[in-house]
């Protein structure tokens, strides 16, 4: 049986008290970290109700806190609830979809012990049906639904970026909509509003930095110097900074230039070293990146100037090569990165608490962690499937996804929690 908590839960958008059919009804299941909550999405009837059916259990399935019972279970009939039947499937909840004329979505969590609703809330589907907008709403629905049962709102409403034949993509969270935004550009990272992005464009003489509006499309220069290259930009949590490297003859360093544009300025003196690729941490008071000025590349933190650094874990694990590619869980507790441990490039993440290391992924080589929103996923690129793809794992089940497919894939950002326009 399962106990029931009081948690908040945000709509896609603000709903006015009559556009709930339950007002102020704010109730979810109580979750416990570790277990898995059973969960029935009955079948949606309507022209677009089994594409509903299936995104909505695809999402809550992809949050890897709940054990889904298939649909298949049972029939898309009207009428009062069969708890009973349900209980037996193992159900502990039950999602129950409704397509209303308005083409908003009505969804209703039920509780099988208790034989009730708990929580109702109807969600608005833009226009048209089944475009990248309806569908970022759909996935809109299904963080609300975790998030009456969890306490925290899922990750489905986000999308990743990447590189893909020397052009940035992006990507819904369950591997949809898979989308070119630039004609050419590699090591994209999101704006904290999840509405642009900032990448590197690989050139014969110089190699800038830009940006990308993707509702418009507009590009910007950001950083461009005579004989340089910028690479592997990061964008500060308040959005107002883009931390990059500079190659240049003397050396590659970390440079910080203002969103709006202006003269970087040197955050690292390599003295002919290599320092790059940074991450902010979540108060944007301190980085993480890869450096050899001690010998093997390694990964450092340090002040957001620079100055304080010091290697992130001194502690050898196996018997390592390099350590490359770091990124700051949104949380601020661990940091992923990649980790050459003999003939095995894996994703690893070093608690900041107490230094422990450990493997996330080692199937196959693995590059280019980049945490989710909820600091429990994690997107890279693996070559696992016999080309280079995006793939998820979660950290906390070790569960993993192929989220990209077709030609090779790289270099991948998780967005920010997204909200409709």
Not at 34 to 43: A, C, E, H, S
Not at 85 to 108: C, E, H, M
Not at 379 to 389: I, L
């Amino acid at each position: 049986m399962l106990a029931v908590c009081v948690v908040s839960a945000s709509p896609l958008v603000e709903l006015s008290a009559q556009d709930r059919t339950l007002p102020g009804v704010t109730l979810g299941f109580t979750y416990r970290a570790g277990q898995k909550t059973g969960l029935l999405v009955l079948p949606i009837s309507g022209a677009l109700g089994d594409s509903l059916t299936i995104m909505l259990s695809r999402d809550l399935q992809n949050s890897d806190r709940f054990t889904m019972v298939a649909s298949s279970s049972v029939a898309a009939v009207p009428g009062p609830a069969n708890y009973a039947l349900y209980a037996k499937l193992g159900a502990d909840g039950i999602v129950q979809g409704t397509l209303l004329p308005s083409g908003w979505l009505r969804v209703a969590l039920h509780d099988v012990a208790k034989t009730a609703v708990v929580n109702q809330r109807d969600f608005p589907l833009p226009v048209p049906a089944g475009s990248p907008l309806w569908r970022l709403a759909v996935h809109g629905a299904s963080d609300g639904i975790e998030e009456w049962i969890t306490g925290q709102r899922g990750i489905a409403q986000t999308r990743i970026a990447f590189e893909r034949g020397g052009r940035v993509w992006t990507v819904d969270s369950d591997g949809a909509n898979v989308t070119p935004v630039t004609s050419t550009g590699m090591s994209p990272q999101w704006l904290p509003s999840g509405r642009g992005l900032v990448y590197a464009v690989l050139g014969s003489e110089r190699s800038p930095i830009m940006t990308v509006d993707l509702t418009t499309g507009a590009q910007r220069v950001l950083t461009s110097a005579p004989g340089t290259n910028d690479v592997a930009p990061a964008v500060s949590p308040d959005g107002r900074t883009v931390a990059f490297g500079r190659v240049s003859e003397n050396g590659t360093d970390i440079y910080a230039v203002p969103i709006e544009g202006g003269t970087p300025r040197r955050v690292t003196v390599g003295r002919g070293r290599i320092s790059m690729q940074p991450s902010f941490s979540p108060d944007g008071q301190r980085i993480v990146f890869m450096s050899d000025r001690s010998g093997p590349s390694d990964v450092y933190i340090s002040d957001v100037d620079g100055t304080n650094a010091e290697v992130l874990s001194a502690a050898t694990y196996g018997d390592r090569s390099f350590r490359t590619g770091p990124d700051w869980s949104p949380n601020g507790q661990l940091v992923a990165f990649q980790s050459l441990n003999g003939n095995t490039k894996q994703i690893m993440t070093v608690n900041l608490r107490d230094q422990s290391v450990r493997s996330v992924a080692s199937e196959g080589r693995n590059d280019d962690p980049s945490w989710a929103p909820d600091s429990r996923h994690v997107v890279f690129t693996s070559d696992r499937s016999g080309v280079r793809q995006l793939w998820v794992v979660d950290i906390e089940t070790g569960n993993s996804r192929q989220l990209t497919r077709g030609a090779a894939a790289r270099l991948a950002a998780w967005s920010p929690r997204l909200v409709m326009p």
